[in-house]
């Protein structure tokens, strides 16, 4: 690198970089536009599927009815927390639906909804949330990663399935899911800019809720939006409403298709609402007015698309009977469930750490047989 003197001041200079210092790409593509991206309310509505409005809007139906039952068994002490996503069930079902098969979700510990959405046992996806399992379901069979409580350390792990997959040469793409708070780790800049580097067909959804925890998105960021983070790593970046669940279905759809095709991937920042408490052991009233969550309850995801299939004609009572009564069957099973006690397993704390236990495990195994052996023997002196 040359240096070059500036006029009058032999003391200043300014460093001229060698040609391999320029740009790799025009980073004007890949700036989001300046507002979130709508389908609902405007005339881009009528060119989507009724059949895909009909399913997302049961889909948001047994969501909504999901955040309820899951928060009321933190308060029956059937959960020992619950992380609500109530308010942001369009993301939570989009990401979902806009992936195939073979692909790979990883969620947050915010996104349960996700996993039960693509197909997991509800009772599965709360038994971490329960205290049972690090991990109550089998990642592999259900190609959803363990939910992840650290913030965005999901993410680097996203970016390397992705490359693993582009590597072997499986069309699998990656989706991984943080909330606005999540970016601010170390963990989210790194996996955007390994992505990025090796172009792994990893979309990265972003679920800007307003807070992480207490802390407002202005106290975290003075970027114009989250979207425009993707120009600093050379990535799309897409902004889009997400309490519309047509326009983050059909964001995600194009981003995931764009990567499996060798595109690269897609950072997607969806602006959405919390409106429960971070979790149940959370006051959101210090933090927030309620005037402020009112004003949200205008933008529910659930209103929203209701307004759009009744102004298209297609919801009436059956179709509004028929996702409620969904819903609470699923809820009625769940209840049921998680109102059982668990028979668990002492031993089974080493079955799922190592292929081969180490000798510090060993250890502790015998440990713990010896203290279950001198428990049983002593409750059968007892009788």
């Not at 602006?271 to 969550?293: I, K, L, Q």
């Not at 205008?298 to 209103?303: E, K, M, R, V």
């Not at 929203?304 to 409620?324: I, M, N």
Request: proline letters at 7%.
């Amino acid at each position: 690198m040359t240096v070059q003197e500036l006029p009058g001041d032999t003391a200043a200079y300014r460093p001229t970089p060698p040609p391999a210092w320029q740009p790799r790409t025009d980073p004007a593509p890949l700036l989001p536009d300046p507002e979130p991206y709508r389908v609902l309310g405007t005339e881009s509505a009528d060119a989507v599927d009724p059949e895909l409005l009909l399913r997302l809007y049961a889909e948001l139906v047994r969501g909504r009815r999901y955040n309820a039952q899951a928060t009321a068994l933190t308060k029956q002490g059937r959960l020992a927390v619950y992380p609500s996503s109530t308010g942001q069930e369009a993301c939570e079902v989009a990401a979902a639906m806009a992936l195939e098969t073979r692909d790979w979700l990883f969620p947050s510990y915010r996104d349960t909804l996700a996993a039960v959405a693509r197909g997991l046992d509800p009772v599965q996806a709360l038994t971490l949330l329960r205290g049972d399992w690090h991990t109550g379901y089998d990642p592999h069979e259900h190609r959803i990663a363990p939910l992840c409580t650290p913030l965005a350390t999901q993410l680097p792990h996203a970016v390397g399935l992705a490359h693993a997959a582009r590597l072997k040469g499986d069309d699998v793409v990656a989706l991984a899911m943080v909330g606005d708070g999540g970016t601010s780790e170390g963990d989210f800049h790194e996996a955007l800019n390994f992505a990025a580097v090796w172009q792994a067909p990893t979309v990265f959804l972003v679920q800007n809720n307003g807070f992480a925890i207490s802390v407002p998105l202005a106290k975290q960021t003075a970027a114009p939006s989250l979207a425009h983070k993707a120009v600093g790593y050379g990535m799309p970046g897409r902004l889009v409403d997400g309490n519309d669940a047509a326009a983050v279905h059909e964001v995600l759809t194009e981003a995931v298709e764009r990567a499996r095709r060798g595109g690269g991937p897609t950072l997607i920042e969806a602006v959405t609402y919390r409106m429960d408490a971070h979790t149940n052991a959370d006051d959101a009233t210090r933090y927030r007015g309620a005037s402020e969550v009112e004003t949200w309850r205008a933008h529910d995801p659930i209103l929203l698309l209701e307004r759009e299939l009744t102004r298209r004609g297609l919801l009436d009572d059956e179709v509004r009977k028929a996702a409620s009564d969904a819903a609470e069957t699923m809820a009625a099973r769940l209840r049921e469930r998680m109102n059982a006690e668990p028979v668990l397993e002492p031993m089974d704390l080493f079955a799922h750490v190592y292929a081969e236990r180490t000798g510090q495990l060993r250890e502790q195994a015998a440990q713990l047989t010896a203290e279950l052996d001198a428990a049983a023997d002593a409750e059968g002196e007892a009788r």
